[in-house]
């Protein structure tokens, strides 16, 4: 539990808040490549409570610029997209890709106005599918050497949702390893070969067990955090009573990364990007170490829950989730159906947009939560005192940061901490396109 103060002072992210400042230090997913795929690559953004436009001109260039034209503010998602930027189509003002204003044609010939006009833009970086923007002032940090970014394109997949709630209350569903056995439960295993691509659904590595049995059977999790340059670890050790311990390995890194397996040769990097302090994205790169990605699938399996051009889902609070009692009974935990985003959105979403904190609960399954806020909380005090901050990297420092390591194997219960850095070092060998090696 917290007070009701430390509640805001974690979850509210505006421009002028504490961690709205700390966010801003970070380059943040702003969209999908695909969302400009169409004939006029312009789309607005939310982010972190701030209104903007993004558009790619035909020359490549990208641009961010504050969304409300300087002259009388109407809406510049709505500008013609020129050779030079964005045209607003009230009066015809013109703006680049830096959000200087380079024409002004209502004025009378030879005005002087343009020159005084600028529009704040913001910098923009491409990552595998994913258009990333700094909001902050100052120098953006260095991108690290983590697969998600180093992946070729082959290998690499992205995709988003929206979810209904703050920020936090997604990124606390992230670190949360024991809500698997209970919220993701299945009442009966599926051939792992036909669930490509979804998480919880294939087998653990080394075994054949298929990991809906594994969360099912073995529902009290051990939990250990442990502490690193980009955030921390989060280990989750299920003994299975023969020897064995079902091994998890997932990280946060700071401040709204979460990178966790997904199958023996994939693994997810999901960023909780904030849209305003009540609604929040998941952006995902998928990456595969061993086989290219199969996009097509990935993308069909994700679109059938996901509605455009919003990435809202289809299940929601106004259909219940598609709650069915009788499913809840015999197939699923949650009775809202086999897709688990749409569990999660359930856990993140019904808590309402802000959850109040000073009426919760915590136990020993909430160990990586406890973390997360009290790293929070030490980074909010470090950004007042003008301190350094975790994973605001230099470019030497980001060049040393790859990985991070995950895993999800069974190994034996007295080895389990020797060799699973070797099983995910010898996955990083075996792949195709040489993924750096894994930071402690
Ligand atoms: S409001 Fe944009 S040009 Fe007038
Ligand atoms: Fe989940």
Not at 48 to 76: E, I, N, S
Not at 241 to 256: A, C, E, I, K, M
Not at 279 to 299: E, H, L
Not at 342 to 351: F, G, L, M, T
Request: hydrophobic share 40%.
């Amino acid at each position: 539990m917290i007070s009701a103060e430390q509640n805001d002072r974690l979850t509210r992210i505006g421009p002028g808040t504490p961690a709205g400042a700390l966010m801003r230090r970070y380059w943040q997913p702003a969209a999908l490549i695909e969302e400009l795929a169409g004939e006029r690559p312009v789309v607005p953004v939310r982010l972190l409570g701030q209104d903007l436009v993004l558009f790619r001109r035909a020359d490549g260039a990208y641009g961010l610029l504050d969304r409300d034209c300087p002259h009388r503010g109407a809406d510049l998602a709505f500008a013609r997209l020129e050779p030079e930027g964005l045209r607003c189509a009230f009066h015809g003002w013109l703006f680049d890709t830096q959000g200087r204003c380079r024409d002004t044609p209502a004025e009378p010939e030879g005005s002087a106005l343009a020159a005084s006009v600028c529009l704040r833009s913001y910098p923009v970086q491409v990552r595998n599918g994913i258009v990333f923007a700094y909001l902050g002032g100052g120098e953006p940090p260095s991108f690290p050497n983590f697969d998600c970014f180093v992946a070729p394109d082959s290998h690499s997949f992205a995709f988003k949702g929206f979810w209904e709630a703050n920020w936090l209350q997604a990124l606390e569903v992230g670190i949360d390893p024991a809500h698997a056995s209970y919220l993701h439960r299945f009442f009966a295993d599926d051939d792992p070969a036909v669930r490509y691509g979804q998480q919880f659904r294939a087998h653990s590595s080394n075994s054949a067990l298929p990991m809906t049995r594994i969360l099912r059977e073995f529902a009290r999790p051990r939990i250990d955090v442990e502490h690193s340059d980009f955030g921390f670890r989060l280990v989750a050790r299920r003994a299975l009573g023969d020897g064995t311990t079902h091994v998890r390995v997932t990280n946060l890194v700071f401040p709204h990364l979460v990178v966790l397996p997904l199958s023996p040769e994939m693994i997810i990097s999901q960023w909780h990007v904030p849209v305003d302090d009540r609604g929040c994205y998941w952006y995902a790169i998928f990456t595969s170490f061993g086989a290219p990605v199969d996009k097509d699938a990935m993308r069909a399996q994700r679109l059938a829950l996901y509605t455009l051009p919003d990435y809202k889902s289809r299940r929601n609070h106004a259909n219940n989730y598609g709650h069915d009692p009788r499913e809840q009974r015999t197939e699923t935990y949650t009775g809202m159906g086999h897709d688990i985003n749409v569990h999660d959105q359930w856990a993140v979403e019904s808590p309402g947009p802000i959850r109040d904190r000073t009426r919760e609960t915590l136990g020993y399954s909430d160990r990586g939560v406890v973390a997360y806020r009290r790293l929070l909380t030490e980074a909010l005090a470090t950004e007042e005192a003008g301190g350094r901050q975790l994973m605001v990297l230099d470019p030497e420092a980001a060049c040393r940061l790859g990985g991070p390591g995950t895993l999800d194997a069974i190994l034996p219960d007295e080895r389990w901490e020797a060799l699973w850095r070797e099983i995910d070092a010898s996955r990083r060998r075996a792949a195709p396109w040489a993924p750096p090696g894994a930071a402690d």
